[in-house]
């Protein structure tokens, strides 16, 4: 069965790094679209950056320059590097992979991982 994991989230200070991992399981990672998103305590779900299968990447206007998505394949792991750490980052962030097959939408999310900037 598809399963996404996330880790690495924490307690960071302001303008530290962190970064966030996504592991895979049960399937073949490389031909799926990965996303993260973020979400607070009375607002919904914010779609952070994503990663097409084919390389393309989008980031949200918050976190430009400072946010990377990348992806390791081989490893089926997704990764978000987070730098300059604001405190409006603070959320819970979730990883996202998605594809379609025969006109057949396909899309897991993981558990969350809570990061929280503060001094």
């Known amino acids: 069965q598809v399963r996404l994991v996330e880790s690495g989230g924490g307690l960071v200070q302001p303008g530290g790094s962190l970064r966030l991992s996504c592991a895979a399981s049960g399937t073949s990672f490389s031909t799926y679209n990965m996303g993260w998103y973020r979400q607070t305590p009375g607002k919904q779900r914010e779609l952070v950056a994503i990663?097409?299968?084919?390389?393309?990447?989008n980031y949200a206007d918050s976190v430009k320059g400072r946010f990377t998505i990348s992806r390791d394949n081989a490893k089926d792991t997704g990764y978000l590097q987070m730098n300059s750490l604001k405190p409006e980052d603070t959320a819970v962030y979730y990883c996202?992979?998605?594809?379609?097959?025969?006109?057949?939408?396909?899309?897991?999310w993981g558990q969350g991982t809570q990061v929280t900037v503060s001094s």
């Open positions: 996202n992979a998605g594809r379609v097959i025969m006109a057949v939408r396909y899309e897991y």
């Open positions: 990663l097409s299968s084919g390389g393309t990447t």
